[in-house]
């Protein structure tokens, strides 16, 4: 009897790991940043520091809303699609307007239309948003060689469109502002709110939540809105950092997005998660992309380290579901 509970006790090590994955994503990250500036004091230079600023502030935006989206036990895989249109909608609107204005006014609206398409059919069709997304994403990385058959560059030069992603408030480069300012909204909302706390209880036990008065189908067509929205925003800021809309810019970004968030401990079965978690599973991931990058790696492992992630991240969620449950 005493040698199945001696083999048993892995399981709460892991249990408590997982509980304190914030203190243990923190020194990884400190671990990283020591790593790889021994392998490359180039780590340290302020123009590589201000890149994973950039590349950080890209994935951060989106995943503010992926945070909300996977707490109220939801999740979107067309944010990589959505994230390409949205940017190809932006570039083009600005050439046939002249208007730098009302091309990021149409990236953005674009973003939030497929989010409230995506939360529509989730909603209203009862179909599993895995499910939905997937076909969304489809639809997108089809629809936008449709719309556009190759890449839509900025005719017209406009200096106004490329400082949304290349300019600077101070030292501080905007794309970074901008998530900035995103973070702390998505933060006070969850942690602040009654929307928040509602989007907590929907995620943990749809039906209580629904008995309590709370409607989860208007919260998460709201959430699944602000994704979308935030979507336009990150890929109105790519297309601009690129000076061009490209309709496969978007590929892998969900997968990033969702590992940071995982990652991050936000749970995939609902009810739990944190911004502050998201916001290290982000550096983690983008520090580990940049090493591969200035140390020379193959840099198709910046495709397999979110995989690996994902992988390792589920397990450990799962981990933490069964120590709660007991």
């Known amino acids: 009897m005493s040698e199945p ?22 020194g990884l990250l400190v671990l990283l940043c020591i790593g790889i500036s021994l392998g490359s004091p180039q780590f340290y230079s302020v123009e590589n520091i201000i890149a994973i600023l950039r590349q950080c502030s890209l994935v951060l935006i989106v995943a503010a809303g ?18 390409a249109f949205s940017g190809v909608v932006a570039m ?16 953005i609206l674009f973003g939030g239309a497929v989010g409230l398409f995506n939360g529509l059919v989730v909603t209203r069709l009862r179909v599993n948003s895995l499910i939905a997304t997937i076909a969304t994403m489809m639809i997108l990385q089809g629809s936008v060689f449709l719309y556009s058959r ?5 005719k017209h030069q406009q200096v106004a469109f490329t400082e949304i992603s290349t300019g600077y408030v101070g030292p501080v480069p905007i794309p970074v502002i901008i998530a900035a300012v995103v973070f702390v909204a998505a933060f006070i909302v969850l942690r602040y709110t009654t929307i928040g706390r509602y989007i907590y209880a929907v995620g943990a036990n749809q039906k209580a939540a629904r008995l309590s008065g709370i409607r989860p189908e208007r919260l998460k ?6 994704t979308g929205l935030l979507t336009g925003l990150a890929g109105l800021i790519l297309t601009s950092l690129m000076n061009a809309g490209q309709p496969t810019a978007g590929r892998g970004f969900e997968l990033t997005v ?23 599973g982000v550096l983690v991931l983008k520090v580990i992309d940049n090493g591969i990058i200035i140390l020379r790696w193959d840099q198709n492992l910046q495709m397999v380290v979110p995989g690996v992630v994902i ?6 969620d799962l981990i933490r579901s069964r120590a709660n449950a007991r």
């Open 311 to 316: 992988i390792v991240a589920t397990y450990l």
């Open 5 to 26: 509970t001696q083999a048993a006790r892995p399981a709460p090590a892991l249990g408590r790991l997982a509980e304190n994955s914030q203190i243990v994503l923190l």
């Open 150 to 154: 190759e890449a839509v560059q900025n």
């Open 66 to 83: 992926m945070t909300m989206l996977l707490i109220a036990a939801e999740v979107d895989l067309s944010v990589g699609a959505s994230l």
């Open 258 to 280: 969702i590992a940071a968030v995982i990652l991050g401990g936000t749970s995939l079965l609902g009810g739990r998660g944190t911004l502050i978690g998201t916001l290290l």
């Open 221 to 226: 067509l709201l959430v699944f809105l602000v």
């Open 92 to 107: 083009d609107v600005t050439n046939k307007t002249g208007s730098v204005a009302l091309g990021v006014l149409a990236g």
